[in-house]
Every structure is written in structure tokens, then in C-alpha cells.
T-cell receptor
Framework: SQQGEEDPQALSIQEGENATMNCSYKTSINNLQWYRQNSGRGLVHLILIRSNEREKHSGRLRVTLDTSKKSSSLLITASRAADTASYFCATDDGGTNAGKSTFGDGTTLTVKP | DTEVTQTPKHLVMGMTNKKSLKCEQH?????MYWYKQKAKKPPELMFVYSYEKLSINESVPSRFSPECPNSSLLNLHLHALQPEDSALYLC????????????????FGAGSRLTVL
């Protein structure tokens, strides 16, 4: 099974609301990344958080990492219709797999105008 | 140039055809990847080239044959595919690449949508 599991699978909110999606993983990691994918397109890197970090911000994005619970969350504040996309976490567990990113199942976010 | 370019955008082929997907990047990245993505699923890693050498093959069937002619180009040769191989094929690149201590941020192309009839 995939290293990362995300919930919810789907999330529908109104423009201006905040969106939170969660990612859980099974093994210890070097870092965790979040990517966005618009329908049928390539993925775009959003933010990276390393295993020794607990929180990072980038614009309207806030990512937290709890290595004791093997989980991460992505918060998008003041959402916009353009944020409608699928969001994937990707983990890099280091060692012989260093640099080999494994993607979670993804959360599909719909932001209604 | 911060792009990964994939061609063609769409490809329809029969099970007896031979075709190729192409990927190009000019960011100086030394690792290039092929991912396969089925509808409503996450990308699944197929192959990784690091410094133009195949470093990871995720037990992909031999009907998929990757090639890295130089550090900027990555091809995926397709032969005798099955209908279940229909998917979005994504190319990505990163610097430095697998096996290194640095974090690998992937830059993806827009994908090639493959339909096998």
C-alpha cells in the first residue's frame, strides 16, 4: 500500500473558508512534501517540511509535521476557487530509498465561488 | 527555463503499435523520472534515471522501455501495450536525485495521456 494515506478523500468548502487535509505515513521519513494537481495535469510542488521541523508557512499554506504520530497536515487559509485541485503528500524515507518520493492517495478539494 | 516539457499531450495506440513518449528539461537537473497515474489515484513511480543511468526500475513490465539519451532528455518506448496501460504518464526531474542526502523536489511535466485500444 502507499506510504501516505490522506483524509479526507474529498473536501468541499465555500470560497473564503479554510481547508485542512491530513496525511499519515507508516515509516520514518527524511522529509515530507505536498503537491497540487489540477485536473489531468502535472503536479506542482507546494512546500517541503523536513523531519526535524514541526511547522512551515508559505503564503496561505501552513504545514505541520508530527513525527511521533507519523502525520502531517496542510492548511489552506482563505481559500479561492483557483485552489480547486487534488492535493498529495509525498514522503521520502531516506536510506537506500533517499530521494524516492512515495505519494499518498490524495485529497480532492473543491472550492465553491 | 523552469519547465519539463512532455510530448505528445495525447496518444492513442493499438496493442500492436510501437510508440514513444518524450520528456525534456533544461534546468540542469540530473535525475529524471517516469510516473504512471490512473484516474483518481496517486502517481506511481516507474523508472528513475540518475546522471543518465537507470537507478530505479519499479518492476515495470518490459513492454515499457525507458531511455535517457542525454541529461536533458528522457524517452519511454511503448510496445505491445495492453488496454490496462491506459493512463496519464508523468515525467519529472529533480536535483540532485535519489540516493543523495538532499531533499528532492520534483518538477513535473503536464503529462501524456495514453489510450490503448
Amino acid at each position: 500500500s502507499q506510504q501516505g494515506e490522506e483524509d479526507p478523500q474529498a473536501l468541499s468548502i465555500q470560497e473564503g473558508e479554510n481547508a485542512t487535509m491530513n496525511c499519515s505515513y507508516k515509516t520514518s521519513i527524511n522529509n515530507l512534501q505536498w503537491y497540487r494537481q489540477n485536473s489531468g495535469r502535472g503536479l506542482v510542488h507546494l512546500i517541503l517540511i523536513r523531519s526535524n521541523e514541526r511547522e512551515k508557512h508559505s503564503g496561505r499554506l501552513r504545514v505541520t509535521l508530527d513525527t511521533s504520530k507519523k502525520s502531517s497536515s496542510l492548511l489552506i487559509t482563505a481559500s479561492r476557487a483557483a485552489d480547486t485541485a487534488s492535493y498529495f503528500c509525498a514522503t521520502d524515507d531516506g536510506g537506500t530509498n533517499a530521494g524516492k518520493s512515495t505519494f499518498g492517495d490524495g485529497t480532492t478539494l473543491t472550492v465553491k465561488p | 527555463d523552469t519547465e519539463v516539457t512532455q510530448t505528445p499531450k495525447h496518444l492513442v495506440m493499438g496493442m500492436t503499435n510501437k510508440k514513444s513518449l518524450k520528456c525534456e528539461q533544461h534546468m540542469g537537473h540530473r535525475a529524471m523520472y517516469w510516473y504512471k497515474q490512473k484516474a483518481k489515484k496517486p502517481p506511481e513511480l516507474m523508472f528513475v534515471y540518475s546522471y543518465e543511468k537507470l537507478s530505479i526500475n519499479e518492476s515495470v513490465p518490459s513492454r515499457f522501455s525507458p531511455e535517457c539519451p542525454n541529461s536533458s532528455l528522457l524517452n519511454l518506448h511503448l510496445h505491445a501495450l495492453q488496454p490496462e496501460d491506459s493512463a496519464l504518464y508523468l515525467c519529472a526531474s529533480s536535483q540532485p536525485g535519489p540516493g543523495s542526502s538532499g531533499a528532492n523536489v520534483l518538477t513535473f511535466g503536464a503529462g501524456s495521456r495514453l489510450t490503448v485500444l
